[in-house]
T-cell receptor
Framework: AQKVTQAQTEISVVEKEDVTLDCVYE???????LFWYKQPPSGELVFLIR??????QNEISGRYSWNFQKSTSSFNFTITASQVVDSAVYFC?????????????FGKGTKLTVNP | DTEVTQTPKHLVMGMTNKKSLKCEQH?????MYWYKQKAKKPPELMFV???????INESVPSRFSPECPNSSLLNLHLHALQPEDSALYLC????????????????FGPGTRLTVL
């Protein structure tokens, strides 16, 4: 099966706390790509990061960081010093090839609430 | 610029109506997508167009009819919908020029919130 599991349905933190969102994936492909998207209450899915299976370096972008570990099939996302504006649903996704085109398979999402 | 626009933002329609959703991008992308998202669920792929040709149809009922008149535009024609079709409809686009398995990043529009009465 090719799927993405986000076991945390909802997380609530207080502003300035660090928070980690978990993502575990299953794929039979040796080359694959993983993505994180943010969906604020307005509804638009905002692209955050894309990572291929050959690149296991962790990535940091401001307060955001990602930890990719092939050994555990995980691609976790950490927000440092969370802010109220980080409140959103976060989706982890796996890219699959079908019919010569690409499709994203999303996890169920984690709803993050950052309280002031 | 990674902007995908969708109109209308909200749509209320009866089960006998015919309406259309519109999506537009001016990034030169050659792949465009329709997703359906029910409340508290992840987006589910409906259709993919690649170079203006339908390449993926995820067994979507015929009451949803996609159309790609040119590389910048994607429409979704709606007819005889059911109340359970009420959802957020998201459009996305990607370059569509990368090889497989090097997928492009998909950029999403703000969506159309559809209510079927």
């Amino acid at each position: 099966a090719q799927k993405v599991t986000q076991a945390q349905t909802e997380i609530s933190v207080v502003e300035k706390e660090d928070v980690t969102l978990d993502c575990v994936y299953e794929t039979r492909d040796t080359t694959y790509y993983l993505f994180w998207y943010k969906q604020p209450p307005s509804g638009e899915l905002v692209f955050l990061i894309r990572r291929n299976s050959f690149d296991e370096q962790n990535e940091i972008s401001g307060r955001y960081s990602w930890n990719f570990q092939k050994s555990t099939s995980s691609f976790n996302f950490t927000i440092t010093a969370s802010q109220v504006v980080d409140s959103a649903v976060y989706f982890c996704a796996l890219s699959l090839t079908q019919g010569g085109s690409e499709k994203l398979v999303f996890g169920k999402g984690t709803k993050l609430t950052v309280n002031p | 610029d990674t902007e995908v626009t969708q109109t209308p933002k909200h749509l209320v329609m009866g089960m006998t109506n015919k309406k259309s959703l519109k999506c537009e991008q001016h990034m030169g992308h050659r792949a465009m997508y329709w997703y359906k998202q029910k409340a508290k669920k992840p987006p589910e792929l409906m259709f993919v167009y690649s170079y203006e040709k339908l390449s993926i149809n995820e067994s979507v009922p015929s009451r949803f009819s996609p159309e790609c008149p040119n590389s910048s535009l994607l429409n979704l024609h709606l007819h005889a919908l059911q109340p359970e079709d009420s959802a957020l409809y998201l459009c996305a686009s990607s370059q569509g020029t990368s090889g497989i398995p090097d997928p492009d990043t998909q950029y999403f529009g703000p969506g159309t919130r559809l209510t079927v009465l």
